[in-house]
């Protein structure tokens, strides 16, 4: 069966410094990746998104990257954290699926910059 | 510019009864919709989905219903239950695309 991991699960960083979430899949061979945020009190905002090693699709302009060294290894990362970085990000996968592209998503991080 | 919206942000419903939850759409190149259920501090789980072609799916308590005309898609829970409390997100995928988008959610409370 497939499982996804996030990590770390919480993490609390000064703004300006840089950071590094991991996001691994197993179970499965390329799959589509996904970076999401969840700002407090909002919906799901995809920020990135991956169909192979390599690619990288950016939805909004923002002051993350993401990269995809590996075929089930998606990290996100940033230079120089801002307080609007705060939020909680999830990673999800997809393989195309029966019932419409339906993405399965890790456990969380939650990210406060202070 | 939001394409799916989820114009409830908080519902209750008595445990037992039949909680609707509604997502309008603006995009008509959406073929597929779909539901899922978020606990806090946790990555949502997928629950439902609706083909474009079809006005309604049925999978135990959980019912899709999709007017096209409307653009307009919602769940009926029934019978709630008390673990049905969560935030439901609904969201389309566009014909083609690998990515889906997501309304803002409604958080479900199921009072005993």
């Known amino acids: 069966s497939q499982t996804i991991h996030q990590w770390p699960a919480t993490l609390v960083q000064p703004v300006g410094s840089p950071l590094s979430l991991e996001c691994t899949v197993e179970?499965?061979?390329?799959?589509?990746l996904y970076w999401y945020r969840q700002a407090a009190g909002r919906g799901l905002q995809l920020l990135f998104y991956s169909v192979g090693i390599g690619q990288i699709s950016s939805e909004v302009p923002q002051n993350l990257s993401a990269s995809r060294p590996q075929d089930r290894q998606f990290i996100l990362s940033s230079k120089k954290l801002l307080l609007s970085d705060s939020g909680f990000y999830l990673c999800?996968?997809?393989?195309?699926?029966?019932?419409?592209?339906?993405?399965?998503f890790g456990p969380g991080t939650r990210l406060t910059v202070l | 510019d939001q394409q799916v919206k989820q114009n409830s942000p908080s519902l209750s419903v008595q445990e037992g009864r039949i909680s609707i939850l509604n997502c309008d759409y603006t995009?008509?190149?959406?073929?597929?919709f779909l539901w899922y259920k978020k606990y806090p501090a946790e990555g949502p789980t997928f629950l439902i989905s609706?083909?474009?072609?079809?006005d309604k799916n049925e999978d135990g308590r959980f019912t899709v219903f999709l007017n096209k005309s409307a653009k307009h898609l919602s769940l009926h829970i029934v019978p709630s239950q008390p673990g049905d409390s969560a935030v439901y997100f609904c969201?389309?995928?566009?014909?083609?695309?690998?990515?889906?988008?997501f309304g803002q959610g409604t958080r479900l409370t199921i009072n005993p």
């Open positions: 999800a996968w997809s393989n195309g699926g029966k019932f419409g592209n339906e993405q399965f």
């Open positions: 969201a389309g995928r566009i014909q083609g695309a690998q990515k889906l988008v």
């Open positions: 179970g499965t061979s390329n799959p589509n």
């Open positions: 609706i083909s474009s072609i079809k």
């Open positions: 995009n008509s190149m959406f073929d597929y």
